[in-house]
Structures are given as structure tokens and as C-alpha cells.
């Protein structure tokens, strides 16, 4: 499919260990991708190695018949954004200019933003309802607050392919929700590509189009979440890779699995 995202037998190890082992995948544009595994199972490795991260990966991953390996930083910079986690710094920038600064993959070396980007990133802000943040030092902020700025930045990098590590992280029951409402509203829009690790399997069945399934270093099974029947598969894989029972509610917003 043209401007589809293609991991093709990815592996990796960090010294004798294969942490990854032929994983493929396929990521659509406009479709919610989350991955779900345990602790230590290879999420956040593979979101590196997806991203050009890591070095000494082997497989390919292509856009839209591009090999990532072969582009430029510059290149990549305007194609696909990673957001860690955990976002730790000490930097003095305000709010706007964290924001702004995605824009930087499309400027020269010699060349600074201008106001009209400054008004882009404004923009933003009351996008994501944080324009209140905007003088405020990046480091005065809360985990949950700075993990909005990032994303206003990746917003602004207008990348075509997004990264999330955990993105709920952080974040207040209620904002959890809103972030995703909002996310998964902005990818359909703008047609973007996604894979975003996280733990709560509830938000995954309700927000994704797609889950993947990480269990010991590779992909075990990738759930349609527009399917029939897919929160049956979704038990099965669960009690595979926790080795424990599960049950499913059904509730107005769609099936809970409980443990």
C-alpha cells in the first residue's frame, strides 16, 4: 500500500540477547497502532528501531518504498517523530519555543524561526489547550504537561509518521482521554502513521484501529479492532503472554477486559 510504513524482519540484540527477532509489520495511514507486551517484551526498542535510533539493526523499514536507512537526518526530521516516555531535561526554553523548534528540520543552518511560525505554534497550544503554558520554562512543568508540549512540537514538525512511547504516561485519568480523543482524531485527518506502546489494555481496545501484540521478541498476533469478535482474540493473547484468566465487560463505550 502506497505511503504505508513496512518493517520487514527487523532484528536486534544488545550483546548476545536478541531483543527483537524478525518482526514485521505493516502501518497504515490514518489508523491508530498500539502495541501491547509485558515488561521487557521489546516495545520501546522496537519504537527506537523503528525510528533509526539504534544502530546495528538488522531488516529494513521502508515509507512509501524509501529505506529509512538511506535518508538524511534532515529528511528524516520532516518524515518521523519519536517521543520517549520519559522526558527528562534541564533546558530554559519557554513552552513556545519547545514548540517551535519543530519546525527546525526546514530551515537552513544560518536561518532562525520567524513570527509566522511563532503564530503557528500559538496556534497549536489552543489546539491542545495549553496556550496558558506558553511563557513558562519547560522545566517548571509537570511530567503530563511537558508530554503535551512534545507533542505540540510534533504537531509542528508536520511529520508523516509518529512515534509514542507510552504517551498516557503521566497523565490524569481525564487528560488520558482527551489525548486520545484528540490524537486519534488529528491521525485520521492528516493521514498520518502510528505506533504507540502502552500498558492499559482498556485504552487500547478503545481507542485503537489496530493492536499489535509483543511477547517474547516478537509479534504474535495483530488484532482488527473494526472486526468481529476481535476482544476474543485480544482474551486469548492476554492470557497467553500474563499466563493468567481474563474477562470481558461489555459497557456503552465498548468491551472492558478486567483481571
Do not use: W
Amino acid at each position: 500500500m502506497r505511503d504505508s510504513l513496512n518493517i520487514e524482519n527487523i532484528e536486534f540484540y544488545y550483546g548476545d540477547y536478541k531483543v527483537l527477532d524478525e518482526i514485521n509489520m505493516k502501518l497504515k495511514p490514518g489508523e491508530i497502532n498500539i502495541l501491547i507486551g509485558v515488561n521487557g517484551a521489546g516495545k520501546t526498542t522496537l519504537l527506537k528501531a523503528i525510528s533509526g535510533l539504534l544502530k546495528d539493526i538488522r531488516g529494513t523499514v521502508y515509507y512509501d518504498d524509501l529505506d529509512l536507512k538511506n535518508m538524511s537526518y534532515r529528511e528524516k526530521g520532516k518524515l518521523i517523530s519519536f517521543i520517549p516516555q520519559n522526558i527528562h531535561t534541564d533546558q530554559n526554553y519557554s513552552v513556545l519555543d519547545i514548540v517551535v523548534m519543530g519546525i527546525t528540520p526546514y530551515l537552513s543552518l544560518i536561518e532562525n524561526p520567524r513570527e509566522e511560525h511563532y503564530e503557528i505554534g500559538r496556534q497549536i497550544l489552543k489546539e491542545l489547550n495549553i496556550y496558558h503554558l506558553k511563557d513558562n520554562s519547560i522545566g517548571e512543568l509537570s511530567g503530563g504537561e511537558r508530554r503535551m508540549v512534545y507533542l505540540g512540537r510534533v504537531l509542528m514538525q508536520k511529520c508523516k509518521i509518529i512515534l509514542l512511547d507510552e504517551p498516557n504516561t503521566f497523565l490524569d485519568y481525564v487528560r488520558q482521554h482527551d489525548f486520545f480523543t484528540f490524537i486519534s482524531k488529528f491521525v485520521k485527518e492528516k493521514k498520518l502513521i502510528t505506533l504507540f506502546t502502552i500498558h492499559d489494555i482498556n485504552l487500547a481496545l478503545r481507542y485503537a484501529d489496530r493492536i499489535h501484540i509483543l511477547d517474547k521478541n516478537k509479534i504474535i498476533d495483530v488484532v482488527n479492532c473494526r472486526e468481529s469478535g476481535y476482544e476474543k482474540r485480544i482474551l486469548e493473547s492476554l492470557k497467553k503472554i500474563y499466563m493468567r484468566d481474563f474477562s470481558i465487560v461489555d459497557t456503552k463505550v465498548g468491551p472492558m477486559i478486567i483481571c
